[in-house]
């Protein structure tokens, strides 16, 4: 797991791995924690739908370079916060930095130009385009995305080589070099996961954030692209990811944000976080005495099991309460 | 029945600057909704005012060049008038919006309030605007037959016009070709499609509409002006219907192509002059007069527009994978 020699000793069979987490070593494992060198922080950011109030963080620091995951049950608010911070949507109120530039009045366009990039829970793979051209429209400084440049191809040409050529590289290690000629409307619903996390890396973030990029992509290829997403991190980028796989969360995250009725509830180490009373309050309701990160648990079976119990408990409870 | 000269009659279509002027406008209007997505539907407004831009500086005195370059500038401020508060919004606004303001316009000009300029309900003759052009032809007087196309070398409406409006269509389709296949057409496509999924990407959405809002704008005031070099500017010729015959011509050649709107234009124009004809030759003419051949001919092209939608979608040209609807 992390290189930290003072987190809770990882489980059995879990790889351990370098990683520049080390930053993060030591620090106090509560909610709202400063970070040595955050790249993004939020403060005070408040968001309701009517009377549901969907997000509401008081302060959270994303630290720069490392992986962290941002957990949370359903309706937690994880995708209603990351429209918010990439210019989505407007919060009720609050304020950001990115990088230490304000950016709470700044648009999604803005936002992604300036090194935040994300993709969506529900994908948004442009079907009636090819695979290959999706993968393009992510690249930046492209001359030929102005109309008048457009118009002379010798413009544009040389950059549209070199971004091919990069689009063909991220394809093969996506699995997707051979649909690149097709529509990616054509693609499986894992398929055009992978596009989409493919096509926002096009773009070389500063920092990308992706909602469930693994949801629904076969195992075997999660593991290879969870390599790729690290050796992304070695390079420098920071990765902001929401995840209900807790194998995933737990074999790359550096740190993890638990969130819960649009708060965050817990921050910490992985080991720790899932050991959290308050995690697995939030996740499982209050009656569990067990351990998120307790490798046991971690087989899909036992988790069904628990979301289970957990669901039947809180039908009976709503059973009580009406 | 006269065959030989129906058959003429609609091939003459083929190549009639009419035919020109729609082809023109349906490849603005393809920049608009085949490319992008955006719904206009007032693209007649264009029309109009590229075709008013033109007469009415023309008969003020400006050289040709410059009441061209009117027509042009009238287009893309209307475009930005239109665009401006739109464009933010969700695609079905602009479609209203534009229904609106282009009736607006035909409205404006056939009212009193400018009849100095407008000429009002009854617009404004050919002749008043025609010389600027005319004396730009390089032919010389005469007539020339070209197969079964006999026309006047210089007449209003006679060869010159024809090689002047279809080589405008010809220098429109090779820009939006160059423009389509560029990154910039591809960033369109884009949008055409999810407009998120492209401001994710980092690009101003926004600025990328109102150029093709624009583009695509200019194209119709071309066309509009071309419709009138002809004949005469009438407001009312140039409203609503028109509107949704450049949308038949479009669909009908296949939206989001490069020479549908050409095909759609010439298959449009020969069609309805094959109908029209055959109507009045083969329907009682006590019952039908040319009062109601007209309208009914007008039928006839909505049922066509509804068969096509239904049944082929993608025009004639159109590829179904890249359909511009919603299909599966
Ligand atoms: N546009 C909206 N209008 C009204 N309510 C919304 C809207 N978007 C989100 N919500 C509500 O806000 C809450 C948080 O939703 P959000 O999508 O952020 O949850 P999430 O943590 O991403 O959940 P999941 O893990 O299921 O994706 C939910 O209760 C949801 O119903
Ligand atoms: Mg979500």
Redesign the interface.
Known sequence: MSADPTAAPSGPGSPAMASPSTALVGLDPRPGVPKPDPILVVDDVERRFGGLTAVDVEHLEVQRGVITALIGPNGAGKTTLFNLVTGFDRPSSGSWTFDGRSMSNVNAAKTSRAGMVRTFQLTKALSRMTVLDNMRLGARDQPGENMLAALARPLWRRREQEITAKADELLVRFKLDHLRDEFAGSLSGGQRKLLEMARALMSDPVMVMLDEPMAGVNPALTQSLLGHVQALRDEGMTVLFVEHDMHMVRHISDWVVVMAEGRVVAEGPPEGVMADPAVIDAYLGAHHDTDLGDDALLADEVIEQLEHEAQVEEEEHHGKQS | MDWQRMLTLAAGELIAPQTAAFALAAIGLNVHFGFTGLLNMGHAGFMLLGAYGFAISTIAGAPFWLAFLVAIVAAILFALILGIPTLKLRGDYLAIVTISAAEIIRLLGRSTLFTDLTGASSGLRGNTYKATFQALSPLPDGTTAIGPFEYGNNLSNGWWVRIAAWALVLLAVL?VY??VR??????L??I???E??????????YAYKM?ALV?GGVLGALGGVVYVLPTSVQPDAMGRAMTFFVWTVLLLGGAATIFGPILGAMIFFVALSVVRTSMRELLPSDIFGPAQIEPLSGILIGVFLMLLVIFRPQGIMGDK???TFHVR
């Open positions: 820009v160059l423009l560029s990154p910039w057409g591809r960033v496509r884009g055409r499609e999810d998120d999924a492209v401001r994710a990407l980092g690009k101003s959405v150029q583009l994978k890249e359909l």
